[in-house]
């Protein structure tokens, strides 16, 4: 009886009487001969077919999976993306010397022999009968072509790919089958182009094309002799032979290759034995793949692209079919960016928050009546180098478009949703309420469904003793009148809230909708994204009509040779207020950054309104602003919500207390201001608002900053209405004024609570 290896493999007799079996066969498919998998040859095996006649009569050849390349609305490239870096090229496309490397070491009677090369099974059978193991294999190169095939379409996943690649009889019948086919209907060209696109040649580098560029940085159709031959040396072990680790070795591979082309005829001896001496000659290109290589800082944006891509139905029925189509690549994508908007956007940040800042910043640049997303940038570098203060956590965007886990409570910048609300239920621009420094929640407030009670004694007041009502909404808005806010509120229930809010677009970071509660429906203590911001104050730009979010423009996939495009995800339009809402909306809001906490934000040379907002204990600082042709928001905070930004640096400049209107405020100003270089600058339709009697003239001066935007105590430090937290002042006037004690609030977040960037305690201007 034969001995096994000690690993329990074959003896070299049984190796030899197994590769005689597929030798028999092969001889047996070339004359025709269907043969059943179990015979007298003892064929049966782990992993075989049935029968040979049983196999599919035609392979499946998924297209080859290419590179994406993502532009932006100019044309400009902004990044390549790929699940398998490759550039499918005409034979006409690479280099001669390339097609006769390649059959020389691979299979040099390509030319002469059908799908298989008997004369080459029985040359290794004897080879390795003589050497007792399997030494030599007899594949053609319309052989390895087929089982690439199979590797294509096995992709990523790693059983399909180990599958794909098994050792057993039955794949190599199926591989045989395929092979005959391929012969009869492609022909030697075709297959030779195809082989050429298809292998794998290291570095990330599938296809010919791609690998030329690699190693040498040049199309395939440029490469010589020496260069040819040192890829085609490759294709049996690209990790042996990779040059750029290993130049020694690679070299005598490379002209083991250029002797064999000679001993074949396709090259004379005297040009093998110049080549043989010349150097590798490398200039190597390092792979540019994904996200990281986005120009002008637009990662996170493309990112965005990419999130979208994979997560809209327009793109595929299921997330696998999405994701297949996106790995198969050869996608032209343009998209919305404007470069001009985006380099204004980086600046900006760049100019006011330096990246190993203990806190973070974003900005998102909306189109009003468009939706197109026009610019999209944070602080924080795109990439996993935590080392570099880098990341992956698009802080612009909700969760499941790669953004945090809940977004960021976003203070006082809520506000305006609910003045909308109100003008919207019939509540004039005049409206006035008591407004005292300081009130309890009210005992119940009307929601959709049931009311909210308080029923903890929950308290609020205004940033300052000094703002003490009767306000009119005007004023109210100007200064951020907390107490203001949460009357008008109880006077008109939260469902109209809640209407607006659906109407804009607005939901938490994590999707869910808005929580039926004071706090959230009013100060902003709930986690939103700086798009879904910018997006809903756009509609206050364009008089009342909100447009989804896009970022895509359209897609072209090139399939083959052949170029198809693809269905976009479109913005959908719809009036989420009257124009008479809006106009009054903008006119209150330009008073914000005319005389209100916003003046640091204002555009002199435009129309412009906008809001600030701050949140407990300082923790995240909003503007959000718009002129009749651009809408933005940039938020300012720690993406763990852990920093209180009080006695601290940011872009090199101190803050005793950081706000709203002086940190995001610059930040908006300036990336608006060269994002809208050049561009028209129409007006709003403003409405005529009679200024309230003034009971006081002077109320505020020394007590409350020019900005104003000094943290409005939201909610008292509980989130929803469910955490006491006692009557946390905003503390002092932010840059001088009285310098108010900021008492701890009786809130913080548990540990785990958030991932990257999370939800806070709750808001306040």
Request: aromatic residues 6%; hydrophobic residues 35%.
């Amino acid at each position: 009886m034969p001995k096994k290896r000690s690993g329990g493999g074959l003896s070299p007799a049984q190796q030899a009487a197994k590769f005689l079996g597929v030798s028999v066969l092969a001889g047996a498919v070339m004359a025709g001969i269907a043969l059943p998998a179990v015979g007298a040859l003892g064929l049966a095996a782990k992993g075989s077919v049935e029968s040979f006649d049983e196999l599919p009569a035609n392979l499946k050849t998924p297209p080859l999976s290419q590179r994406t390349t993502i532009l932006d609305a100019d044309g400009g490239q902004i990044a390549t993306v790929y699940s398998r870096d490759r550039t499918v090229v005409d034979l006409k496309g690479i280099s001669p010397y390339m097609q006769k490397a390649i059959v020389a070491i691979e299979d040099s009677r390509f030319y002469e022999h059908g799908a298989i090369d008997l004369k080459g099974v029985l040359r290794a059978l004897n080879k390795n009968a003589r050497s007792g193991e399997v030494s030599e294999g007899a594949s053609t190169l319309t052989q390895q072509y087929v089982k690439n095939v199979f590797v294509e379409e096995a992709g990523d996943d790693p059983t399909k790919v180990a599958q794909a690649t098994q050792q057993t009889i039955g794949r190599k019948i199926a591989e045989l089958k395929y092979a005959i086919q391929v012969e009869e209907e492609l022909g030697k060209k075709k297959i030779l182009e195809n082989y050429l696109n298809i292998t794998f040649f290291g570095q990330q580098a599938y296809g010919v094309e791609a690998a030329s560029q690699r190693y040498f940085s040049k199309h395939a159709k440029d490469l010589n002799l020496q260069e040819a031959a040192l890829l085609a040396g490759l294709v049996q072990s690209p990790s042996r032979y990779d040059p750029v680790n290993d130049e020694a070795e690679a070299k005598k591979r490379r002209n083991v290759v250029i002797q064999r082309m000679a001993q074949v005829g396709a090259v004379s001896q005297t040009e093998a034995a110049e080549a043989a001496k010349a150097p590798l000659g490398l200039k190597v290109s390092k792979p540019k793949n994904g996200c990281i290589t986005a120009v002008d800082d637009a990662g996170f944006f493309c990112d965005y692209v990419r999130n979208v891509f994979l997560n809209d139905p327009v793109f595929g029925k299921t997330k696998e079919d999405r994701a297949r189509t996106w790995n198969q690549g050869g996608l032209t994508i343009r998209t919305t960016l404007d470069p001009q908007a985006q380099g204004s956007v980086q600046q900006s940040l760049k100019d006011h928050v330096n990246t190993s800042d203990k806190v973070a910043a974003a900005t998102t640049l909306v189109e009003p009546g468009t939706g197109k997303i026009v610019a999209m940038g944070q602080s924080k570098p795109y990439g996993t180098n935590a080392k570099q203060h880098e990341t992956v956590i698009n802080y612009s965007v909700d969760l499941a478009m790669g953004g945090s886990n809940f977004g960021f409570p976003t203070g006082s910048t809520f506000k305006p949703f609910v003045a909308a609300a109100a003008l919207e239920e019939g509540r004039p621009p005049t409206q006035a309420y008591s407004a005292p420094y300081e009130m309890p929640y009210p005992a119940t407030v009307r929601g959709c469904n049931k009311p909210w009670v308080n029923d903890g004694d929950y308290k609020l007041e205004n940033e300052n003793e000094s703002e003490v009502g009767p306000y009119a909404l005007k004023d109210a808005m100007a200064k951020s009148v907390n107490t203001y806010f949460v009357q008008m509120i109880e006077d008109i229930g939260m469902c109209p809230v809640v209407t607006m809010t659906d109407k804009l677009g607005v939901v938490q970071g994590n999707g869910e909708k808005i929580p039926e509660v004071p706090s959230s429906m009013t100060l902003g203590s709930t986690g939103l994204s700086p798009l879904t911001m910018a997006s809903a104050y756009a509609a206050f730009a364009s008089r009342g009509m909100y447009c989804t979010p896009v970022a895509i423009e359209s897609i072209t996939q090139k399939v083959g040779n052949e170029q198809k495009s693809l269905e976009v995800p479109k913005s959908t339009c719809s009036r989420a207020m009257s124009e008479q809402t809006a106009d009054t909306v903008n006119t209150l809001l330009q008073g914000v950054v005319d005389s209100g906490t916003g003046q640091e934000a204002g555009l002199s040379d435009r129309d412009n309104a906008g809001k600030t907002g701050t949140t407990d204990e300082r923790k995240n600082a909003w503007f959000v602003g718009y002129t009749p042709n651009m809408s933005g928001a940039v938020w300012v905070g720690s993406a763990s919500q852990k920093v209180e930004m009080k006695n601290i640096t940011i872009g090199g400049q101190y803050h005793a207390l950081v706000f709203g209107g002086a940190v995001p405020g610059p930040i908006w100003k300036d990336a608006m201001t060269g994002a809208l270089s050049g561009k028209e600058s129409p007006s709003f339709n403003l409405v005529n608002i009679p200024d309230a009697q003034d009971r006081d003239e002077d109320k505020g001066d020394g007590n409350h900053d020019d900005d104003g935007d000094n943290g409005d105590n939201g909610d008292g430090g509980f989130i929803g209405g469910l955490i006491s937290g006692g009557n946390d002042n905003g503390g002092g006037n932010g840059s001088g004024g009285t310098g108010d004690t900021e008492p701890d609030p009786g809130f913080s977040a548990p540990e785990g609570f958030i991932r990257g960037v999370g939800n806070g305690p709750g808001g306040r201007d």
